[in-house]
């Protein structure tokens, strides 16, 4: 039987997942009485809720061409569906080694996205075949011709060989599961989309009579099978209950035996006596095997060189949770719990690292940006984990005596008229335009070149200055020279002094020296951060002053005082907000901002230290 291995890959919200559903549904894999969701890949929760894909998902389906030298014979595909935001590129590059080559879906208003150019750059970095789908065609403002051409000029600018450049186009409505080869032409079913990939992506060149070679790209827990391996036969052929050998990145071997072996049909899994070379499998009994490592023949091992991944680019601080309020909601508190969880996490995931530091209730979580930590706490407090988190902190390096840090090419799509006060704010954040095109639609596409700690906090800040219109995606640029202090919040923070609960008094008395994060009869604790300040220094209040009762009659309209709705923030806009002296408190049920130092006068004394180093620095 013929195999196919393809990716599908584009930048977040073009339509991967979408039209993953459409192929699926339209092979045949599903019977016609199955009731199927929507965006069936999309299996995690986060997922579903963000509209995003987060861990790379397998499927596969079996269509016989009706022309070429493969008519009438039946093929199977394998399809990766990999996440589109670049925080994710571990899981990106580790699976664009199990294919051999790439859709790549671009909408057709939009155009090629930063996140487009980062999958691709690593897609063509490895030799695979590309197909093209300008999706999203039936857009009113959708204009495929010169979307065509920026995805050719985006090509050449990565250096695609010529034999690259020849990549078939396929203009689609994932949605509808319609697509056509011509951009005049009438819109069929996905029929020319499976010709193109047996027809473009070349068969797997391994040798199934080749001693064993597995490269493994990923491990799932199974609550049977214990740890599951995932990966591509490279070369060899792997079979049930193999004698083989684990070689992990330190060159060390350790001997193993595959106790089950599977492989995909549709979205199951099924069990296989052996898998041939170019295969895509799961596999029990490798436990111990870690994320970009290979699986080599017992009797003649030749192990593959390790998957190396980019360096992180931040670093986030996690810490046990100290705050009056702590143990009172999570199910794991303790250091150990912590520390377990961060360490499993650092194993399954290839582009985080976790280092401990001198304390043993804190740990540094290294990673590529600020959604891919988001994610993480987020699954964390959705396990039943309590903990706290610090503000997100760029890695520098030091390179001919120099400080040098990451910055960022920061792609911005905006309406005319918002295009002055986001040009502005980028300045006073160190960014500087390198590229600005207008379509005549009414809005500007602007490229940036911008230190990475300009972005942190900048995300809010955008939507309200473009008043939710704006798009805005970054992707990491390389190391430059330090570019010198850059203002992080221009406000400071309303800080409770004592722990109480909140009264309805002391919110329509303070409401009007800035937003408040708290509602009346909520619990607040000595150093907690409840609101906003409207100027630039923090300012501690009593937000459990009740009201002094008198013997006069208070005016009617007392009653009905107007009071302003509490700014409630999601976890990302809360890390976006906090400063480096400020702490968020992560619970199962509760989010809540806090000062490092809840004693007032710690406080003082660690800002005389910080603005003692600045000084020092400067």
């Known amino acids: ?166 990549f078939p186009v396929i203009y689609a409505v994932a949605r509808d599961g319609q697509c056509t080869t011509d951009p005049d032409g009438e819109l069929t079913d996905l029929r020319p989309v499976f010709e193109a990939i047996v027809q473009t992506v070349p068969p797997p060149a391994g040798d199934s009579d080749e001693s064993l070679q597995l490269l493994v790209t990923d491990v799932k827990p199974d609550p049977y099978l214990g740890p599951l391996a995932i990966g591509r036969v490279v070369n060899g052929t792997l079979r049930q209950k193999q004698r083989v050998l684990l070689c992990h990145r330190d060159g060390s071997q350790k001997a193993a035996q595959v106790t089950s072996l599977f492989v995909s049909e549709g979205l199951n899994r099924v069990e296989a006596e052996s898998a041939p070379a170019g295969e895509i499998i799961y596999a029990a009994g490798l436990g111990g095997i870690g994320l970009g490592e290979s699986v080599a023949d017992a009797e003649d091992p030749k192990p593959l060189d390790p998957v190396a991944v980019d360096e992180p680019t931040l670093s986030m601080e996690f810490r046990v949770n100290d705050s009056p309020f702590a143990g009172q909601d999570g199910k794991y508190v303790t250091s150990r719990n912590l520390r377990d969880r961060l360490m499993k996490e650092g194993e399954a995931n290839l582009a985080l690292r976790i280092d401990e530091t001198d304390s043993p209730d804190r740990f540094l979580v290294f990673g590529r940006g600020e959604l891919q930590m988001a994610i993480l706490i987020e699954q964390m407090r959705r396990e039943g984990y309590e903990f706290a988190v610090g503000m997100p902190q760029v890695i520098t390096k030091v390179e001919n005596g120099k400080t040098m840090e990451p910055y960022e090419r920061a792609t911005i799509d905006v309406a005319e008229e918002f295009m002055g006060v986001v040009i502005e704010t980028l300045g006073t954040r160190k960014g500087q335009m390198v590229e600005m095109k207008n379509n005549g639609s009414g809005r500007v596409r602007m490229t940036f070149e911008i230190p990475a700690r300009g972005l942190i906090g900048y995300r809010t800040e955008f939507l309200t200055d473009t008043k939710g219109t704006g798009l805005l995606t970054h992707l990491f640029d390389g190391y430059r020279g330090w570019a010198g202090p850059i203002t992080h919040r221009a406000t400071g923070a309303i800080v409770a002094d004592r722990n109480g609960k909140v009264t309805g008094y002391t919110i329509v008395n303070l409401q009007e020296r800035g937003q408040l994060f708290v509602e009346p009869g909520d619990a607040v604790y000595n150093g907690m951060v409840v609101g906003e300040n409207a100027r630039d220094e923090d300012m501690e209040v009593n937000v459990t002053k009740e009201k002094k009762l008198t013997n006069h009659r208070a005016a009617a309209a007392d009653s009905f005082e107007k009071m302003n709705p509490a700014r409630k923030m999601s976890l990302e806009e809360a890390i976006e907000f906090i400063r480096d002296d400020e702490l968020i408190e992560i619970t199962p049920s509760k989010t809540r901002i806090r000062k490092r130092h809840l004693d007032p006068h710690e406080r003082k004394r660690a800002a005389m230290a910080r603005k003692q180093e600045a000084r020092t620095d400067a």
């Not at 192929?23 to 890949?41: D, N, P, W």
């Not at 070429?68 to 039946?74: R, S």
């Not at 939009?110 to 857009?139: C, H, M, Y």
């Open 1 to 166: 039987m013929q195999l196919r291995n393809v990716a599908i890959v584009a930048h977040v919200d073009h339509g991967k997942t979408t039209l993953v559903d459409a192929l699926l549904h339209q092979s045949g894999t599903f019977a016609a009485h199955e009731e199927i969701q929507e965006r069936v890949m999309d299996s995690m929760d986060l997922e579903r809720e963000k509209g995003i894909t987060i861990m790379a998902k397998n499927t596969a389906v079996r269509y016989t061409p009706e022309t070429g030298d493969l008519a009438g014979e039946t093929v199977k595909i394998n399809i990766v569906d990999t996440p589109g935001h670049a925080d994710f590129g571990g899981e990106v590059e580790r699976t664009l080694r199990m294919v051999d080559g790439i859709m790549l879906l671009v909408d057709a208003a939009e155009g090629p996205l930063p996140q487009t150019r980062f999958v691709l750059s690593k897609a063509l970095a490895l030799g695979l075949e590309p197909i093209v789908v300008l999706n999203k065609i039936d857009r009113q403002d959708a204009r495929p011709d010169e979307v065509l051409d920026e995805v050719y000029d985006l090509f050449i600018d990565l250096g695609a060989d010529e034999h690259q450049l020849e």
